[in-house]
């Protein structure tokens, strides 16, 4: 049987990828009914080690409410955007920062209130302490949007002018495109 420890990684990066693939799962709600919607934001906090993650409808609200304040987060445009946004986020759902040793992780920071917080209060302040540390320790957007039409967040921590897509099949579908409007043109 998996622990959290097995799972649990303490990086600001697998927080921030959380943060990401949460924000997506939860950027549409209106595709997919409440139940749906549930079981996979629950998937992918599972797939992130959250053990047995109890999101309950009441709660689904305020998740998606967080969800799109992080997406905001990616869409920003500028590396002082970005830092507005996460400074929102702080001032919404952060408290003083704490160590917290919980479900068999090793210690590690959380700037919650407490182990005991709703999902989506505890998701909002982990989600904008882990893509602020990677602003402050990159000096750069910690990530963006996928090119239109897919839209997804990513996180994009590597060298260069930055990426454009969440993905090589992204990046491939938007190349065929091009290559196909100017065969036709």
């Given at each position: 049987m998996k622990t959290a420890s097995d799972t649990y990684i303490g990086s600001s990066l697998?927080?921030?990828?959380?943060a990401a693939d949460v924000a997506a799962v939860l950027r549409n709600p209106d595709r997919h009914d409440s139940a749906t919607l549930i079981?996979?934001?629950?998937?992918?906090?599972?797939?992130?080690?959250?053990?047995?993650?109890?999101?309950?409808?009441s709660e689904?609200?305020?998740?998606?409410?967080?969800?799109?304040?992080?997406y905001r987060v990616f869409a920003a445009q500028t590396i002082e955007e970005v830092a507005r946004e996460l400074n929102e986020l702080f001032k919404q759902y952060a408290?003083?920062?704490?160590?917290t040793?919980?479900?068999?992780?090793?210690w590690h920071l959380h700037v919650?209130?407490?182990?005991?917080?709703?999902?989506a209060e505890w998701f909002g302040a982990s989600s904008a302490h882990a893509l602020a540390t990677l602003l402050a320790e990159k000096q750069r957007k910690p990530g963006g949007l996928c090119a239109e039409p897919c839209g997804r967040p990513f996180?994009?921590?590597?060298?260069?002018?930055?990426?454009?897509?969440?993905?090589?099949?992204?990046?491939?579908?938007?190349?065929?495109?091009?290559?196909?409007?100017?065969?036709?043109a």
């Open positions: 697998y927080a921030a990828r959380r079981e996979r934001l629950k998937m992918t906090l599972a797939s992130y080690g959250e053990l047995d993650p109890h999101v309950l409808p689904l609200d305020e998740f998606i409410n967080v969800a799109d304040k992080i408290h003083a920062p704490r160590l040793m919980h479900n068999g992780t090793p919650d209130a407490s182990d005991h917080m709703p999902w996180i994009d921590l590597g060298k260069g002018g930055g990426r454009s897509y969440c993905s090589p099949k992204c990046a491939t579908r938007a190349r065929v495109a091009v290559y196909r409007s100017k065969l036709k």
